[in-house]
């Protein structure tokens, strides 16, 4: 099966509060249920340190052969995960959460023990690399990323540890799979003929969780981990951000989103589900071969790849003047007439990154965002400026900010070339490889969980 793939570009956090965006992070495992621990202490304002009272005895939370994960580590991982997702973070929210995290967990101990034994590693030049990134994601320095973890009660090993498993798996994969069969031609001529015969049919991009069922036995409860993140999600909780924790499928990276598809290139029970669905609406559990499925229609466009209106990509430059969490009258008309004043000075986008750089550089920034990805209630305004117009100032949750459009792009229909078809089909055997690699430890590996 090939699907086109949609290749995200930058994330801003423009519009949205801060989450920790975890797509550098792999594709976690979903985990089975269980007692959870509870998570201790209150949940600390930000600017204040967690009192040390609050962190958990180490005692162990599971055996994974020789090694050992303590209660801690899962207390940790379990507020990153609530944080990454925005679900409350409440006792309730973190008893639903904590067996699949320690599941998690789990896979990650297995996946750096066998990397070990290959001897492959993640030097500190990569781990830099993939956290700078999850906080360039967030608009933070990576410094600040590791205080913004530390207010909400999170060790700084809880995000090393997981960013440190991702990359010696990733290399294991594609250490196995230089060894095997390349893509055949035939498997892309094939393909190619699928793609040319659909073309004339309307497309929908949809985005997917996948939870797998490794023993029959688990059915139910892989079924029951699936309505937990539904609630989540109806809760709150963003479904691309609950796909990167929890999906174990290779879209998990990019947040689920399996690309513009035609229905039939699905199996059955996701085409029958995707036919039916709207965009912006969100599939029940469906089970397929391997596992379950959650979908989630994103958008739908005419036949021939004919890009929609919601797929225009904006450059825009935004300069943000802080506030603090609870700003005084004062505070914030001074932040305001901070906004106001570069309404009148900035003349072009040059302006305003120097200005961002100069006078706000702790939240100022640049880059590319489709319009899709724009919260509802400001499309409208930001469709209306012209190109170098400084917006009206606009009230976020962390300041006040001043936006400017510098271009709009129509993209074109998408035709995707050999290559790209290459490179899908290539991502689709890693996926199965490392499906088939960790069910093959978890098979093999001595497993004491005892919390």
């Known amino acids: ?25 792999g594709s976690p495992r979903v985990l089975q249920s269980g007692p959870a621990p509870a998570l201790p202490g209150p949940h600390p304002q930000p600017g204040q340190q967690p009192p040390q009272s609050s962190y958990p005895e180490m005692r162990i939370a599971a055996v994974v052969n020789d090694d050992v ?57 990569e781990i ?18 590791f205080q913004v973890l530390k207010n909400n009660g999170i060790e700084k090993s809880a995000l090393v540890n997981q960013v440190t498993a991702s990359i010696v798996w990733a290399k294991l994969i594609r250490q196995m799979a230089a060894d095997s069969d390349p893509v055949s031609d035939d498997e892309i001529d094939d393909a190619l003929k699928r793609l040319k015969q659909d073309e004339k049919t309307p497309e929908a991009r949809v985005a ?19 309505e937990r993140l539904i609630a989540e999600m109806k809760q709150g909780a963003r479904f691309s951000t609950v796909a990167r924790q929890f999906s174990q499928s290779a879209t998990a990276a990019v947040g689920g989103d399996m690309g513009w598809i035609h229905p039939d290139e699905l199996s059955p029970p996701l085409a029958k589900a995707v036919t039916g669905m709207q965009p912006g609406e969100l599939s029940p559990p469906i089970r397929a071969a391997g596992g379950y499925y959650l979908l989630l229609v994103l958008d739908r466009r005419g036949a021939g790849g004919v890009p929609s209106p919601d797929e225009t990509v904006l450059h825009l430059v935004q300069v943000v003047f802080p506030l603090p969490t609870q700003p005084t009258e004062a505070q914030r ?55 170098g117009q400084a917006s009206q100032p606009i009230l976020q949750k962390n300041g006040v900010g001043v936006i400017m459009v510098c271009s709009k792009n129509q993209p074109k229909a998408f035709v995707p070339t050999r290559a790209d078809v290459a490179e899908t089909l290539m991502r689709e055997h890693l996926d199965l490889l490392s499906q088939r690699y960790l069910r093959e430890l978890r098979r093999e590996a001595f497993v004491d969980v005892r919390v």
């Open 1 to 25: 099966m090939v699907k086109t793939r949609w290749f995200p570009i930058l994330w801003l956090a423009v519009l949205w509060p801060l989450a920790l965006a975890a797509a550098p992070l």
């Open 333 to 387: 008309r001074a932040a305001i007439a901070q906004a106001e004043n570069v309404r009148g000075t900035a003349k072009n986008c040059e302006d305003m990154v120097r200005i961002g750089k100069t006078e706000a550089p702790q939240l100022s920034s640049q880059g590319d965002l489709r319009l899709d990805q724009i919260a509802p209630g400001m499309r409208s305004m930001i469709m209306g400026l012209s190109i």
């Open 69 to 125: 994960i303590s209660v801690a580590d899962l207390a940790s991982r379990v507020r990153m995960v609530m944080l990454s997702t925005a679900v409350p973070q409440t006792a309730e929210g973190a008893r639903r959460l904590s067996a699949q995290v320690l599941r998690t967990l789990v896979d990650e101990k297995l996946e750096m023990q066998e990397a070990r034994r290959k001897n492959i590693t993640a030097s500190k030049a």
């Open 208 to 226: 997917e969780i996948f939870l797998p069922v490794d023993n029959p036995d688990r059915d139910a409860d892989v079924r029951a981990e699936a």
């Open 128 to 145: 830099d690399k993939a956290i700078a990134q999850i906080a360039q994601q967030n608009n933070l320095k990576p410094e600040q990323l």
